[in-house]
């Protein structure tokens, strides 16, 4: 329990450090991020199809699932939680590190208000482009979508994207 506080103090300060740190250049790489919540999970897991509407291989969509769902049995989700983050902030996760190294344009970030280790992992993609849910309570979204309904949060998703890569 202490040390999931000091994580949380030090992941704080990282994001912060993360967003000023940010650079945005023009990516054109097609990968996209797709970070969700454990505590969203339920409600906005079929957002891990969301590669189909977007025109996307499977190989080119990513998801990770932040938090210890004890029923998640599909193999293409990456799940981590803080027992996978070292005090210095380093990912013990091997398979989460080797992701990271991708280059991704686009990450999508579905998390609560409280969600640190969701932000944190969106920030260390290194994504030219943050879109995701309200709440962003620290400010590294681009586009901030205020709509709770999942379907209509897959729509604004796939509205924007479509915009960022100048598709019809």
């Known amino acids: ?19 000023k740190n940010r650079q945005f250049a023009t ?16 409600v906005y897991g079929s ?4 590669w189909k509407s977007l025109g996307l291989s499977a190989n080119a969509f990513d998801v ?3 938090g210890s769902l004890r029923d998640l049995d599909d193999k293409n989700l990456l799940q981590v939680s803080f027992k996978d983050l070292g005090l ?9 590190s080797a992701l990271l190294e991708n280059e991704f344009g686009s990450a999508i970030l579905v998390s609560g208000a ?21 709440p962003d309570p620290f400010s590294i979204l681009d586009v901030e979508i205020f709509e709770n309904d999942p379907s209509l949060l897959e729509a604004e998703l796939i509205r924007y994207y479509k915009i960022l890569k100048h598709k019809k």
């Open 88 to 96: 210095d902030g380093e990912f013990k996760n091997k398979d989460l």
């Open 64 to 66: 990770v699932i932040c």
């Open 114 to 134: 409280e969600a640190l280790l969701s932000n944190y992992v969106v920030l260390r993609s290194g994504a030219t482009f943050l879109i995701g849910k309200s």
């Open 1 to 19: 329990m202490i040390t999931n506080k000091i994580k949380s103090v030090q992941l704080k300060k990282a994001i912060e450090k993360l967003k």
């Open 47 to 50: 957002l891990q199809n969301l």
């Open 27 to 42: 990516n054109t790489s097609n990968r996209v991020l797709l970070v969700i919540s454990e505590d969203n999970f339920k």
